[in-house]
């Protein structure tokens, strides 16, 4: 078991520039998450997929946010047409079907929009 | 946005004092946990305490659980400098498929020797 694994785990592009943001989850676990974190906050929940459908998207998410998880498998995000305010660290997580149970974290994505 | 308050903001003790940390919530949850992150890294969790329950314990931590203020506590005690790290909690509802996670703002601990 390696863990839920972001890549990459720095990113810097220039406004206006697309980027793709990729997780690998625990194998067995169905259930995948992504967050959004900035300086001195808590992370905000983006959006949430069960196997490989998308249950929930937050507000928060504009149409130049994207995220897919094809086969259940791994997740990518990607934000188009980057802005300066997209900068954050971006947070996967992953956990197992049943109730009550814990959440395994990523060491995060962390994006500068420059 | 998020559910949750922790308090204090800050926290800074020596070496070997204790460590109390609050969350305060506001809807319905069907459980809370809390989870550590250290400077720039993932979360990691700590603990979980169901919404039945009231107090529980792992190792050095203790968590207790009111659902009638909405509100937790997390005692570290005897603490160590390998503490130093910011202290999230995180509320769970379940609506029909969804159960996110839903972050507070955190206790940002120092320990110092």
């Known amino acids: 078991d390696t863990g839920v694994s972001q890549d990459p785990r720095h990113k810097i592009t220039k406004r206006g520039q697309n980027v793709t943001f990729r997780c690998d989850p625990i194998?067995?676990?169905?259930?995948l998450y992504w967050y959004r974190q900035t300086l001195g906050q808590g992370p905000e929940f983006l959006t949430y997929?069960?196997?490989?459908?998308?249950?929930?998207k937050s507000r928060l998410l504009s149409d130049r946010f994207s995220a897919e998880r094809p086969k259940g498998s791994f997740s990518t995000l990607e934000i188009q047409r980057t802005e300066q305010g997209d900068s954050a660290m971006y947070l996967c997580?992953?956990?197992?079907?049943?109730?009550?149970?814990?959440?395994?974290f990523g060491q995060g994505t962390r994006l500068t929009v420059v | 946005s998020q559910q949750g308050e922790e308090d204090p903001q800050a926290l800074s003790i020596q070496e070997g004092e204790n460590a109390t940390m609050n969350c305060s919530y506001k809807?319905?949850?069907?459980?809370l946990q809390w989870y550590r992150q250290n400077s720039g890294r993932g979360l990691v969790h700590l603990i979980l305490?169901?919404?039945?329950?009231r107090e529980k314990h792992s190792g050095r931590l203790r968590v207790t659980l009111d659902t009638s203020k909405k509100s937790s506590s997390l005692l570290i005690t005897a603490s160590r400098a390998a503490d130093t790290a910011s202290y999230f909690c995180?509320?769970?509802?379940?609506?029909?498929?969804?159960?996110?996670?839903?972050f507070g703002t955190g206790t940002r601990l120092q320990v110092t020797l």
């Open positions: 809807t319905s949850i069907n459980n």
């Open positions: 997929f069960q196997n490989e459908a998308q249950l929930e």
């Open positions: 305490i169901r919404s039945n329950e």
């Open positions: 194998s067995e676990h169905n259930r």
């Open positions: 997580a992953s956990s197992s079907a049943p109730k009550n149970t814990e959440a395994f």
């Open positions: 995180a509320t769970v509802l379940y609506t029909g498929t969804a159960s996110k996670l839903t």
